[in-house]
């Protein structure tokens, strides 16, 4: 009688805790209830006075505690050596778990990151194609054609080869370690240089030339007049001696003396395109 009493209470506590369905992220099971744990970053008292409303406690500096958690102690934070290159730790927070960080140029040297290492730099002719991070190094490649890289460095990709200018031309091109050398461009300045000594050259010839000549080959050289010639009809003696000129239907007297006159004065010039008449009133006057 009293095995069969106890198993039929022991089949009702079976039956009772299946049919409990505790949170198993945030309740734990006790006494055939369903008990609350303490929140990330906490820790729960050793002594629980009530499975509905347990006692807890913040965790202390450098704990943490990530999820929800009955036990009644908190984690340790990992130490962060900065003599393994490690960044050093600040703002940790008590709900997670901190990550150490690498300095700057600096990675993992293995999945568990338990030192860190520099990052490689690409050498000479080569040039960064990824930077390294935190987790990874460098990716170097080689400079194509038209770049180059003529220093070791983990952070410079290739540089491009320099246009040379209006005005510059390339004296020696680059390669994948130097960029092009640009030259200023002096065709122009040697072409003035030349226009000007000829120049000068042909002045001076010119000069000397003038000098040999002297002044005398200078004189003015008078034009020749251009005669027009005088048509004449006739030519006489009039009662006072004078010779008379029939031109055109006028009648011109020309006294002795004038008919004597040198041929450049101003009357002469009327009468020098008729040098015809001239002669024979010369001739007349001369009777």
Same mark, same amino acid.
């Given at each position: 009688?009293?095995?069969?009493?106890?198993?039929? #209470?022991?089949?009702? #506590?079976?039956?009772?805790?299946?049919? #409990?369905?505790?949170?198993?992220?945030?309740?734990?099971?006790?006494?055939?209830?369903?008990?609350?744990?303490? %929140?990330?970053?906490?820790?729960?008292?050793?002594?629980?006075?009530?499975?509905?409303?347990?006692?807890?406690? %913040?965790?202390?500096?450098?704990?943490?505690?990530?999820?929800? *958690?009955?036990?009644?102690?908190?984690? #340790?934070?990992?130490?962060?050596?900065?003599?393994?290159?490690?960044?050093?730790?600040?703002?940790?927070? *008590?709900?997670?778990?901190?990550?150490?960080?690498?300095?700057?140029?600096?990675?993992c040297s293995s999945r568990e990151c338990i030192t860190c290492v520099a990052h490689t730099p690409c050498g000479v002719g080569f040039g960064v194609q990824t930077k390294g991070s935190h987790m990874s190094d460098t990716v170097c490649e080689e400079c194509r054609h038209g770049t180059f890289s003529n220093e070791s460095s983990a952070e410079d990709a290739c540089w491009t080869w320099t246009e040379c200018g209006v005005g510059f031309y390339v004296e020696k091109a680059g390669t994948n370690r130097s960029d092009n050398i640009c030259v200023k461009d002096r065709g122009h300045v040697i072409a003035i240089v030349i226009g000007v000594l000829c120049a000068a050259v042909a002045v001076v010839v010119v000069l000397c030339s003038v000098e040999s000549l002297g002044p005398e080959s200078f004189t003015p050289i008078r034009q020749e007049e251009t005669r027009t010639p005088v048509e004449t009809e006739d030519i006489g003696i009039t009662e006072n001696g004078n010779c008379v000129v029939q031109e055109h239907g006028n009648a011109v007297k020309l006294s002795r003396q004038e008919s004597q006159m040198d041929t450049t004065t101003e009357h002469s010039t009327l009468f020098s395109s008729s040098s015809e008449g001239k002669s024979s009133c010369e001739r007349l006057n001369s009777l």
């Open positions: 009688m009293n095995f069969l009493a106890a198993l039929i #209470l022991t089949v009702a #506590l079976v039956v009772d805790a299946e049919d #409990l369905h505790c949170d198993p992220d945030t309740q734990f099971e006790q006494g055939g209830e369903c008990c609350k744990m303490c %929140p990330p970053g906490q820790k729960m008292q050793a002594s629980l006075e009530s499975c509905s409303e347990p006692r807890c406690q %913040p965790c202390r500096e450098n704990e943490y505690q990530d999820k929800y *958690t009955k036990d009644n102690t908190c984690k #340790l934070q990992p130490y962060c050596d900065p003599n393994k290159n490690f960044k050093e730790a600040v703002d940790m927070k *008590t709900t997670v778990k901190h990550v150490c960080s690498c300095k700057d140029g600096f990675h």
